[in-house]
Nanobody, 125 residues
Framework: QVQLVESGGGLVQAGGSLRLSCAAS????????MGWFRQAPGKEREFVAS????????SYANSVRGRFTVSRDNAKIAVYLQMNSLKPEDTAVYYC??????????????????WGQGTQVTVSS
């Protein structure tokens, strides 16, 4: 059974930093990618960042590029999201997703087959 478990969320002031972690068990995504999405109340789930497992190629939403960094740990089968210069509009539940199909669009939530339970990030002004 595949499990993705996020951690690292919390409450932080604007301008602060948080590091989210997502640990995978039950399978690897060595032939695919893992991604981070977020969902604010009343809004759809939106793409934040993704990383291709084979070569570490990354992509980011325009709203977070330059502030967030996605990385992976092959040995731990984990992916991380370092979030700096946080803004109140970054407040959301953050989810990690996993996919072994590189032909699917990395920025679409429907491209990911496995999801974690989410972790809340709240940025106060």
């Amino acid at each position: 059974q595949v499990q993705l478990v996020e951690s690292g969320g919390g409450l932080v002031q604007a301008g602060g930093s948080l590091r989210l972690s997502c640990a995978a068990s039950g399978r690897t995504f060595s032939s695919g990618r893992m991604g981070w999405f977020r969902q604010a109340p009343g809004k759809e789930r939106e793409f934040v960042a993704s990383i291709r497992w084979s070569d570490g190629w990354t992509s980011y939403a325009n709203s977070v590029r330059g502030r967030f960094t996605v990385s992976r740990d092959n040995a731990k089968i984990a992916v991380y999201l370092q979030m700096n210069s946080l803004k109140p509009e970054d407040t959301a539940v953050y989810y990690c997703g996993g996919s072994n199909n590189l032909f699917r669009r990395y920025s679409s939530s429907t491209s990911y087959d496995y999801w974690g339970q989410g972790t809340q990030v709240t940025v106060s002004s």
